[in-house]
C-alpha cells in the first residue's frame, strides 16, 4: 500500500496568515494517462470530507482560491494565503492512483 | 448535482450483521467505479471497498475482507455494503465515494452489546 505521510500534525495560524501543509507518499502518484492522483480534503467539525483540491492543483467548483495545491511526484503542498476562521478543520490528502486508495494521518488547523 | 445518500446505520452487536445503502444521483451511476471509505470515532479516514461500474469486480481492504460484501444494483442507482460478523472495531462513520470527488454524509455503525 501506498503511505501518505503529512506534515506538520496541527497548525495554529492567526488569521490573515499562510499556512502550508506537506504531503508525502512513498510511490509516485503520476498515472500512465498522465495525471497525477492525489487529492485535498477539509473536514470540518462534525461533517463529511469536502474536496478542496483534485489531481494536485485544480480546485474544485466552489473552493476560495486562497487554497492552492501543488506538487509532482511524490511530494504535494497545500497553501492557505490568508487564512480564515472558516477553515478550521482536518486537512487530509489523498492518493487514488492504487487501491487501496490511502490517507494522510491529517493536519489539525486552529485559529489563533 | 451529484449527490450521495448514505443510509441504513446504527447500533448492532457484536457479531452481527447491518446493510448500508448509498443512494446515488446527478451522474451516470453505471458508468463509475464506486467506494466505501470509514472513520471511526475520533480517527482518520480509511479506505474499505470498490466496486467497478458494472459490479463484476470488487477489492477489500485486509480487516474486512470475508465479513463484508460490496455490490449495486444500477437500475436503481444505488451502492450497498452488507457487513456481517461485526466487531466492535468496525465502529465508524461510513462514506460512499465516487472517485475521489463526491463524497455522500456518512452513516454512523456503532457495534456494541
Known amino acids: 500500500d ?12 492567526t488569521p490573515g496568515q499562510p499556512a502550508s501543509i506537506s504531503c508525502k507518499s512513498s510511490q509516485s502518484l503520476l498515472h500512465g494517462d498522465g495525471k497525477t492522483y492525489l487529492y485535498w480534503y477539509l473536514q470540518k467539525p462534525g461533517q463529511s470530507p469536502q474536496l478542496l483540491i483534485y489531481e494536485v492543483s485544480s480546485r474544485f467548483s466552489g473552493v476560495p482560491d486562497r487554497f492552492t495545491g501543488s506538487g509532482s ?3 504535494f503542498t497545500l497553501k492557505i494565503s490568508r487564512v480564515e476562521a472558516e477553515d478550521v478543520g ?3 490528502c489523498m492518493q487514488a492512483i492504487h487501491l487501496p486508495w490511502t490517507f494522510g494521518q491529517g493536519t489539525k488547523v486552529e485559529i489563533k | ?21 448509498c443512494a446515488a444521483s446527478g451522474f451516470t451511476f453505471s458508468n463509475y467505479w464506486m467506494h466505501w471509505v470509514r ?4 480517527k482518520g479516514l ?4 470498490h466496486i467497478i461500474g458494472d459490479g463484476s469486480a470488487t ?3 485486509d480487516s474486512v475482507k470475508g465479513r463484508f460484501t460490496i455490490s449495486r444494483d444500477n437500475a436503481k442507482n444505488t451502492l450497498y455494503l452488507q457487513m456481517s460478523s461485526l466487531r466492535a472495531e468496525d ?3 461510513y462514506y460512499c465515494a465516487r472517485l475521489g470527488i463526491n463524497w455522500g454524509q456518512g452513516t454512523l455503525v456503532t457495534v456494541s452489546s
Not at chain 1, 501506498?2 to 495560524?13: D, G, N, R, Y
Not at chain 2, 448492532?12 to 448500508?20: A, D, E, K, W
Not at chain 2, 472513520?39 to 475520533?42: N, T, V
Open chain 2, 39 to 42: 472513520q471511526a470515532p475520533g
Open chain 2, 91 to 93: 465502529t465508524a462513520v
Open chain 2, 46 to 49: 480509511v479506505w474499505v471497498s
Open chain 2, 1 to 21: 448535482e451529484v449527490q450521495l445518500v448514505e443510509s441504513g446505520g446504527g447500533l448492532v452487536q457484536p457479531g452481527g450483521s447491518l446493510r448500508l445503502s
Open chain 1, 2 to 13: 501506498i503511505v501518505m505521510t503529512q506534515t506538520p500534525l496541527s497548525l495554529s495560524v
Open chain 1, 90 to 92: 482536518i486537512y487530509y
Open chain 1, 73 to 75: 511526484g511524490t511530494d
Open chain 2, 59 to 61: 477489492t477489500y481492504a
